[in-house]
T-cell receptor
Framework: DAGITQSPRHKVTETGTPVTLRCHQT?????MYWYRQDPGHGLRLIHY???????DKGEVSDGYSVSRSKTEDFLLTLESATSSQTSVYFC??????????????FGPGTRLTVL | GDSVTQMEGPVTLSEEAFLTINCTYT??????LFWYVQYPGEGLQLLLK?????DKGSNKGFEATYRKETTSFHLEKGSVQVSDSAVYFC??????????????FGKGTLLTVNP
């Protein structure tokens, strides 16, 4: 299994609170991704990174920011959590681009509940 | 834009039954196609893939053939087991339009196999 950990694994927070989720990899992969999984929507890309300090938005980036100061860590921040951000968040990594038929490896997920 | 449509289920089968999960796609270029599987409480993992027309991906008894003429990538297994119970996601990645970093997922199909 690819070495990907996510922390915390579960979190309950209140509306308006800032929240940071961490993804840590030991594979030295260049690309890192944050997805959210919601019933009826599958997985949707929030942000991704193509190198240290290089990040870009995905399809559902509003209300989220990211940072990557080291190859192994990719942080997702909800500046002011809302109930619509209640979801399961998955981090993924890859060493090459998916468009070339390359696999993304997924972490175990973080279940976030915003009350 | 790119999109993936898969039968939403849930699908409930008896052990040793034949499985088909339909997946069709829309893409601007020549996508790579994937099936990912998510077992309860875990992240997604790659099940199989195909990168060009008429390719057949296979793994663990599952198969899918890349059909460009019907824009389909249906997942099949001849004899399912209880351990195959999971959520199955069809996904694509397209090299064109600058989106070769991302996977576009279908909504997922829950499969339950009863003994």
């Amino acid at each position: 299994d690819a070495g990907i950990t996510q922390s915390p694994r579960h979190k309950v927070t209140e509306t308006g609170t800032p929240v940071t989720l961490r993804c840590h990899q030991t594979e030295n992969h260049r690309y890192m991704y944050w997805y959210r999984q919601d019933p009826g929507h599958g997985l949707r890309l929030i942000h991704y990174s193509y190198g240290v300090k290089d990040t870009d938005k995905g399809e559902v980036s509003d209300g989220y920011s990211v940072s990557r100061s080291k190859t192994e860590d990719f942080l997702l921040t909800l500046e002011s959590a809302t109930s619509s951000q209640t979801s399961v968040y998955f981090c993924a990594i890859s060493d090459r681009l998916a468009g070339e038929g390359n696999e993304q490896f997924f972490g175990p997920g973080t279940r976030l509940t915003v009350l | 834009g790119d999109s993936v449509t898969q039968m939403e289920g849930p699908v409930t089968l008896s052990e040793e039954a034949f499985l088909t999960i339909n997946c069709t796609y829309t893409a601007t270029g020549y996508p790579s196609l994937f099936w990912y599987v998510q077992y309860p409480g875990e992240g997604l993992q790659l099940l199989l893939k195909a990168t060009k027309a008429d390719d057949k991906g296979s793994n663990k008894g599952f198969e899918a053939t890349y059909r460009k003429e019907t824009t389909s990538f249906h997942l099949e297994k001849g004899s399912v087991q209880v351990s195959d119970s999971a959520v199955y996601f069809c996904a694509l990645s397209d090299m064109s339009g600058g989106s070769n970093y991302k996977l576009t997922f279908g909504k997922g199909t829950l499969l339950t196999v009863n003994p």
